[in-house]
């Protein structure tokens, strides 16, 4: 036991000694919470569109006005033609165009009917679907201003109520999803370079042939990682209420136990990824390249998993980060208890036993 | 001339001997293109959605049989009190709760008002937003369909604006065009970015950059060298890339190929500067990691792969526009999927060259020839 401690100061040392990485392990997740929290957003708002106004007449004027208000569009300078969509469109200068044909007005009282072309650079389909509906209902409202609200029969108002974030901000979808990437990503790359970097430099074999047990190397290697994420965990928590305003509406203790197996689940990771590898640079490629894009997607807080094929399903099942990104929504931000998150902890508790029960099988204690 | 050829001889047979490595680096891009752009998908399809109907009536049976045959919405409960059908949405079973109150129909036919109760779980912004407007708009819709009825199909003679759209370069909205170029995109960054990085650190670490600095190879032919072999490999995956997406997905580039690949060199000397950059600042390869680790994720996520640039706020659109990938994603979708030549993407070309002029003078000067 007394070994063990010693080991483990070794490895604290050895990492507050290299200021670098220890720069970066902090400086991470409170540069990319904040950053992120701040600036990304899946709100679509702000789009660039340009309109061709054939009719200059009254109406096309006070819609062009209605929709140069909304919030959701940046209005361009109008262009003369729609000859010059297909150049603007190409810069990418615009995302949409809005078209008023000649005569527009006459024909609105006349026939009692007049269309406007809505065109929309669809290579991005969301923001075109998105787009062109609020295009819609603008054109909508003013339709009943046309008729006269009075005058509508039978109307049916359906009343929103946004619950847990009403002003639909970014933060509190990506806070709990970068808190789960990072702190994967990190604890598995950090975990499977120190161990690797230490077969690599040849020390391993002398600390194999030491009186040391090996599960104590390895209990040694893990522990300064551990401590590490958990202050990382408490200073994103004190950033996110500070500035983000995201508070931790539930119990503060099952959040940093979930946080805890969370950690050392990832961990775990780490440690079976270094079995295979023989090089650092090995090892950072299987966990970068391999882990980052498929941790990033699978985790659920870009795109929502039950969309994806049933096979992505499955891989997302077996990505730990998916179930603490759950754990952590309803902890931190709708307030719910052990009752509503046992099911995600058992399956990280079985994640984690697994993993470490065949990277310590696996673990080589010989040489070569 | 002829020391740069020894060199890149020795770099690329170290490349080749890794064999693990170099596995990795194709084998993960190409599974990862495979699969990623199928878990890529905005469209909101399978809402969950938790009714109460405390009506029971013609009306709000129309409803609810409206709603479950639009296609985007799943009945997942079906309660007696809004109550239970919240505790759903707290759960996760339901993504939005609809309450018809008691009286729907009857109210409606007598006091020509009505108000129906929407609830939405809102932490995840997209699925709230295009959730409620979906709902909205059925209801809207079932609004008209039972006004035409009540007024037996009379005549509106009310003057009526209409919207006719029109979805330019992906008419049918296939998500996977607009993601495939942004994805091939991360996947040349992480490369691109890390393992040059990586390798000069290397030999720092293990001392064999002294050997090379007493030598009488100049610090740029060195330099060079050492960045030579992952632009050649970082061009093989991107080639595999294009094929993987024509092959798999489809995607034939509208434009000109020879446009992406000249974009793609500038970008590389862009993302090299930074991997170059990065090893003059780094002693050991834990740290080159880190480093780069860093970067990479700030790229992926605010490049606008993922999420769109346009609704950040302006302070970090500027930041945004620093990045290399930003650009270079924009070109590659510019490019695939609109065919926009040249002309069209001189900004973003002339931005990435100075990116990579500021990085790699940077990382030139701060790179010193000793141990």
């Known amino acids: 036991m007394k070994q063990l401690i010693v080991f483990i100061r070794k490895e604290f040392l050895q990492v507050f000694r290299d200021r670098k990485t220890l720069l970066m392990l902090f400086g991470l997740p409170i540069a990319q919470i904040v950053l992120f929290g701040f600036a990304l957003s899946t709100e679509i708002k702000d789009s660039k569109i340009v309109v061709v106004d054939y009719a200059k007449d009254e109406v096309s004027t006070q819609i062009i006005s209605e929709i140069a208000g909304s919030k959701y569009f940046d209005l361009q300078q109008s262009l003369q033609s729609t000859t010059q969509l297909q150049a603007a469109f190409k810069k990418g200068l615009i995302k949409m165009a809005v078209v008023f044909p000649a005569n527009f007005s006459k024909d609105l009282m006349h026939t009692g009917k007049a269309t406007i072309q809505v065109i ?11 787009i ?15 008729a006269g609200i009075a005058g509508q029969p039978l109307q049916i108002t359906p009343e929103v109520q946004m619950l847990y974030n009403p002003e639909l901000k970014g933060a509190p979808n990506f806070v709990p999803g970068v808190m789960a990437l990072v702190l994967m990503l990190v604890c598995t790359m950090m975990t499977s370079v120190a161990i690797v970097k230490e077969k690599e430099l040849g020390t391993m074999e002398i600390l194999l042939v030491s009186p040391f047990k090996p599960i104590y190397i390895i209990i040694s290697k893990l522990v300064p990682n551990l401590i590490i994420s958990i202050v990382n965990l408490f200073i994103i928590l004190i950033l996110s209420s500070v500035f983000l305003d995201l508070q931790v509406k539930g119990s503060l203790l099952l959040l940093v136990f979930a946080t805890t197996l969370f950690i050392i689940t990832s961990l775990s990771v780490g440690l079976w990824l270094s079995i295979g590898s023989k090089t650092q640079q090995a090892a950072m490629t299987n966990s970068l390249m391999g882990m980052m894009l498929p941790t990033m997607l699978l985790t659920g807080f870009l795109f929502p998993i039950e969309n994806m094929p049933w096979l992505l399903q499955v891989l997302a099942n077996l990505v730990p980060s998916r179930w603490f990104f759950i754990i952590v929504k309803r902890v931190m931000l709708e307030g719910l208890g052990f009752a509503s998150v046992w099911k995600e902890l058992l399956i990280l508790f079985a994640m984690c036993t697994f993993l470490l029960t065949i990277s310590l099988r696996s673990f080589k204690i010989r040489l070569q | 001339m002829k020391t740069l050829y020894f060199l890149l001889e020795k770099e690329f047979r170290q490349m080749l001997r890794n064999k693990g490595v170099l596995r990795a680096l194709f084998i993960a891009p190409t599974i990862q293109l495979i699969l990623m752009p199928m878990a890529a998908d905005y469209s909101v399809k399978n809402i969950h959605i938790s009714v109460v109907d405390n009506d029971h009536s013609t009306y709000s049976q129309k409803l609810i049989n409206k709603i479950g045959s639009s296609g985007y919405f799943t009945l997942t409960g079906y309660t007696p009190s809004y109550k239970q059908a919240l505790t759903m949405v707290e759960q996760d079973k339901a993504d939005l709760a609809l309450h018809i109150p008691a009286g729907f129909e009857r109210n409606l036919v007598r006091e020509n008002t009505q108000k129906l109760y929407i609830a939405i779980n809102a932490i995840s912004g997209m699925k709230a937003s295009l959730g409620g407007a979906y709902l909205s708009s059925i209801v809207q819709d079932f609004n008209n369909d039972i006004r035409i009825d009540w007024e037996n199909g009379a005549q509106d003679d009310t003057p009526k604006i209409g919207v006719a759209s029109y979805y330019w370069y992906n008419p049918f909205m296939n998500y996977k065009l607009y993601m495939v170029p942004g994805i091939l995109v991360t996947l040349v960054t992480a490369l691109a ?6 390798n000069i650190v290397a030999e720092k670490e293990s001392g064999t950059i002294e050997q090379i600095n007493v030598t009488p190879i100049q610090k740029h032919i060195f330099i060079i060298g050492k960045l030579i072999p992952y632009l050649v490999l970082a061009t093989i995956i991107f080639t595999i890339g294009l094929i993987l997406g024509r092959v798999l997905y489809g995607i034939v580039p509208v434009g000109n190929i020879g446009v992406l690949y000249v974009s793609l060199i500038v970008y590389l000397f862009a993302m090299l500067g930074l991997g170059l950059l990065i090893s003059t600042y780094s002693n050991t390869q834990m740290q080159a990691m880190s480093l780069s680790f860093f970067f990479i994720n700030i790229f992926n996520m605010l490049s606008g792969v993922f ?38 993407i001189t900004y973003h070309l002339g931005a990435m060259f100075v990116i990579g002029l500021v990085f790699n003078t940077w990382a030139i000067l701060n790179y010193s020839k000793r141990a």
Do not use: C
């Not at chain 2, 970015?193 to 990586?198: R, V």
């Not at chain 2, 346009?310 to 990045?323: G, H, K, L, N, R």
């Open chain 2, 193 to 198: 970015a890390m393992q040059s990085a990586f």
């Open chain 1, 132 to 146: 062109t509906n609020y295009i819609t209902n603008i054109i909508n409202t003013y339709n009943a201003q046309l």
């Open chain 1, 120 to 130: 929309a650079d669809a290579s991005d389909p969301n923001t075109a679907t998105t």
């Open chain 2, 307 to 344: 999420t769109s640039i346009d609704s950040m706020p302006q302070w970090a659109q500027y930041i945004v526009e620093t990045f290399p990938p930003s650009h270079f994603i924009k070109i590659m979708r510019m490019v695939v999927l609109k065919g926009s030549g040249l002309g069209d």
